[in-house]
């Protein structure tokens, strides 16, 4: 865990980012969980996304980059107000066909500029291969990806092509609302559920 870690792990379990629910609900990938993260509710709250910012730029440094979205219904947001904070160029990439024509398209961007993917969650970063590709077909530099909350268990994510910084893994997550007292009674034994696919 990185230094931020432990404070932002804090905020994201007051705020009820995340949840460890009796009710189990269906994950993009099909998988049944009882765990859930979502970081929507928090970003619009004017304290944690500057919050969020302030741990990003952190990580930024003295970095040169442009700030590319992934297109998850946070990434543009996220995207948008960080590259307003540091004076970064945006690279955005529709990946569907919401709006018509645009499907695969890629906005922005400097040439040969190295691109940062910036999204809230990770789960299994397709639309994120997706973006990094397009990013790479229009000779955009190098691309990354920064994330706040890594939730790929640990086999997934040597065989992950693009590099990932994340801020927190869902494991430190959990194993932070175990030693918390976030997590308690019965909630306990599924958050150990998870935990044991996530070392999968």
């Known amino acids: 865990m990185?230094?931020?870690g432990p404070a932002l792990a804090e905020r994201l379990w007051q705020a009820g980012a995340v949840t460890v629910s009796a009710e189990p609900i269906t994950l993009k990938s099909g998988r049944v969980s009882h765990?859930?993260?979502s970081l929507r509710h928090f970003v619009c709250n004017p304290g944690n996304l500057k919050g969020l910012g302030d741990v990003f730029g952190t990580w930024l440094g003295e970095r040169r980059l442009a700030l590319g979205s992934v297109s998850s219904l946070?990434?543009?947001?996220?995207?948008?107000?960080?590259?307003?904070?540091?004076?970064?160029?945006?690279?955005?990439?529709?990946p569907d066909t919401a709006e018509k024509g645009l499907a695969g398209q890629v906005f922005g961007g400097e040439a040969g500029l190295p691109v940062v993917l910036l999204d809230d969650v990770l789960t299994s970063g397709g639309t994120a291969l997706a973006?990094?590709?397009a990013f790479a077909g229009q000779g955009l530099g190098e691309v990354s990806l920064y994330?706040?909350?890594?939730?790929?268990?640990t086999g997934m994510r040597a065989a992950f092509t693009?590099?990932?910084a994340g801020l927190l893994t869902l494991t430190e997550l959990l194993g932070h609302g175990l030693a918390a007292g976030h997590i308690t009674g019965p909630a306990v034994a599924?958050?150990?559920e998870e935990l044991a696919f996530l070392e999968g």
């Open 2 to 4: 990185t230094p931020a």
């Open 35 to 37: 765990v859930y993260v």
């Open 74 to 94: 946070l990434s543009p947001v996220l995207c948008g107000a960080f590259a307003a904070r540091f004076g970064l160029p945006l690279a955005l990439f529709r």
């Open 131 to 133: 973006a990094a590709r």
């Open 147 to 153: 994330v706040f909350v890594d939730k790929r268990p």
């Open 162 to 164: 693009l590099p990932v």
């Open 190 to 192: 599924w958050a150990e």
